[in-house]
């Protein structure tokens, strides 16, 4: 049984925005930093933000200004919200424990795509 079920990727404009959500029914999102990754194709996993149990967010520089993390600790969900999106945003998007470096990270969830294009 995976630990993270990540959703809401698909197609978007240039410009666009979308919201993903992580959920999990072995994690206490209440109880511990939680983060958002993306993958390009034949690429490492990078960390986009973070936001610990207490809800204080921290964004990788690529992403500062247009995305937003947030957690909802009723719905035991994460949320990763993506505004003005463009095609170097094109990637598979996780959530995961945060870890300074995804590699030493597992129970990764299937991820989900989000295609920036017309």
């Known amino acids: 049984q995976e630990y993270f079920l990540e959703s809401g990727g698909g197609l978007v404009q240039p410009g666009g925005s979308r919201r993903l959500s992580c959920t999990s029914s072995?994690?206490?999102?209440?109880?511990?930093?939680m983060a958002w990754y993306r993958q390009y194709p034949g690429k490492e996993r990078e960390l986009l933000a973070h936001?610990?149990?207490?809800?204080?967010?921290t964004y990788n520089d690529s992403v500062k200004g247009r995305f937003s993390i947030s957690q909802d600790n009723a719905q035991k969900t994460v949320y990763l919200h993506m505004n003005n999106l463009n095609s170097e945003d094109t990637a598979r998007y996780y959530c995961?424990?945060?870890?300074?470096?995804?590699?030493?990270?597992?129970?990764w969830g299937q991820g989900t795509l989000v295609t920036v294009s017309y």
């Open positions: 995961n424990y945060y870890g300074y470096d995804p590699r030493y990270l597992s129970n």
């Open positions: 072995r994690v206490i999102f209440s109880r511990t930093t």
């Open positions: 936001i610990t149990a207490e809800e204080r967010p």
